[in-house]
């Protein structure tokens, strides 16, 4: 079980603004780990789309943000767009234990 | 540029062993600051973080499949193999592995991934 907490689903029409949170504790995105989120389109692998909480790899869309404040972090989608509809992932570092990287339960962008 | 590819069974019997190889390109496995993991998802779920090893040899494990798994490197053949034991059906997903920077933390290039399936 994902110590990553994310909502199910979001949908937004297209060119709105959708938001999604990952939800952390002290012992990951508390502890200043830093979040990255990964768009997997259907039958496909998962692609980095923001590392290091706000960085967009070279070829990602100014469109995707990220930012983080405390425990939690959030991914927004400005400008939805048809090929925006995908599963949506965050994923940390939990410094509990022996120290272990974590995926969050992921979302599923609908686009209306 | 940066390649992976993932190579094994695509079928195995509860309680068999699985063994998984990772096959890349595009960089060395040599250094602290690059490493593999490997990550699985069931069909319809979502993805869990199995194990990585970096280049100086550290190894991390998920703490819920410690006691089950392996992961190893062969730099001279560019390989990393990941092992686990006593599979289950539950243990059905895609497996993939990808590159991960330590300084970053992230899974920046990613294998296309493998079904596996477990039935007897």
């Known amino acids: 079980q994902s110590v990553l907490t994310q909502p199910p689903s979001v949908s937004g029409a297209p060119g709105q603004r959708v938001t999604i949170s990952c939800t952390g504790s002290?012992?990951?995105?508390?502890?200043?780990?830093?979040v990255h989120w990964y768009q997997q389109l259907p039958g496909t692998a998962p692609k980095l789309l923001i590392y290091?909480?706000?960085n967009r790899p070279s070829g990602v869309p100014d469109r995707f943000s990220g930012s983080k404040s405390g425990t939690s972090a959030s991914l927004a989608i400005t400008g939805l767009q048809a090929e925006d509809e995908a599963d949506y992932y965050c994923?940390?570092?939990?410094?509990?234990?022996?120290?272990?990287?974590?995926f969050g339960t992921g979302t599923k962008v609908t686009v209306l | 540029q940066i390649t992976l590819k993932e190579s094994g069974p695509t079928l195995v019997k509860p309680t068999q062993t699985l063994t998984l190889t990772c096959t890349f390109s595009?960089?060395?496995?040599?250094?602290?600051?690059?490493?593999v993991g490997w990550i699985r998802q069931p069909p319809g779920k979502a993805l869990e973080w199995l194990a990585l090893?970096?280049?100086?040899?550290?190894?991390r494990y998920s703490p819920s499949l410690k006691t089950r798994l392996t992961i190893t490197k062969d730099t001279s053949k560019n390989h990393v193999v990941l092992t686990m034991t006593n599979m289950d059906p539950v243990d059905t997903a895609t497996y993939y592995c990808?590159?991960?920077?330590?300084?970053?933390?992230?899974?920046?290039?990613w294998g296309q991934g493998t079904l596996v399936t477990v039935s007897s």
């Open positions: 290091g909480n706000r």
């Open positions: 090893i970096y280049g100086n040899n550290d190894e």
């Open positions: 002290s012992s990951n995105i508390g502890a200043d780990y830093d």
């Open positions: 595009g960089f060395s496995l040599n250094t602290r600051a690059v490493g």
């Open positions: 994923q940390s570092y939990d410094s509990s234990l022996s120290g272990f990287h974590v």
């Open positions: 990808a590159h991960n920077t330590y300084e970053t933390g992230a899974f920046d290039f």
